[in-house]
């Protein structure tokens, strides 16, 4: 059972574990990964090389599911070498925007 100070019982928006392709990029470097798991307002993002992110960095978060693209604009909350938290700026995905990304690319948690 989760502690109580685990991150699944201080976050207040329900995240949903999938794998879909995605690049970020800043500045004029473009990176691959793949979203590890997502919500509304943020995304966990798994890098194919290793980089670190300083916090506060913001970067444009591409998404692409079945080939659909959805850009969103992030900062970066967390970042170890081979992956990152990245928060959702301004616009936040859309309710429909998680059922279309998640529909056929939702895994078990780990």
Same mark, same amino acid.
């Given at each position: 059972?989760?502690?109580?100070?685990?991150?699944?019982?201080?976050?207040?928006?329900?995240?949903?574990?999938?794998?879909?392709?995605?690049?970020?990029?800043?500045?004029?470097?473009?990176?691959?990964?793949?979203i /590890?798991?997502? !919500?509304?307002?943020?995304? +966990? @993002?798994?890098?194919? *090389?290793?980089?670190? $992110?300083? /916090?506060?960095k !913001?970067?444009?978060?591409? +998404? @692409?599911?079945?080939? *659909?693209?959805?850009? $969103?604009?992030?900062?970066?909350?967390?970042?170890?070498?081979?992956?990152?938290?990245? *928060?959702?700026?301004?616009?936040?995905?859309?309710?429909?925007?998680?059922?279309?990304?998640?529909?056929?690319?939702?895994?078990?948690?780990?």
């Amino acid at each position: 059972m989760p502690g109580e100070n685990s991150i699944e019982n201080r976050r207040k928006i329900k995240r949903t574990f999938c794998s879909l392709d995605a690049a970020f990029s800043f500045g004029q470097k473009t990176f691959k990964g793949r979203i /590890e798991n997502m !919500s509304n307002y943020g995304a +966990i @993002v798994l890098a194919d *090389k290793p980089i670190h $992110l300083s /916090e506060g960095k !913001s970067i444009r978060l591409s +998404i @692409v599911c079945d080939g *659909k693209e959805d850009i $969103l604009d992030a900062e970066v909350v967390w970042s170890e070498a081979d992956a990152f938290g990245a *928060k959702f700026i301004r616009d936040r995905a859309t309710g429909d925007d998680m059922k279309y990304f998640t529909a056929n690319h939702v895994r078990e948690g780990r």
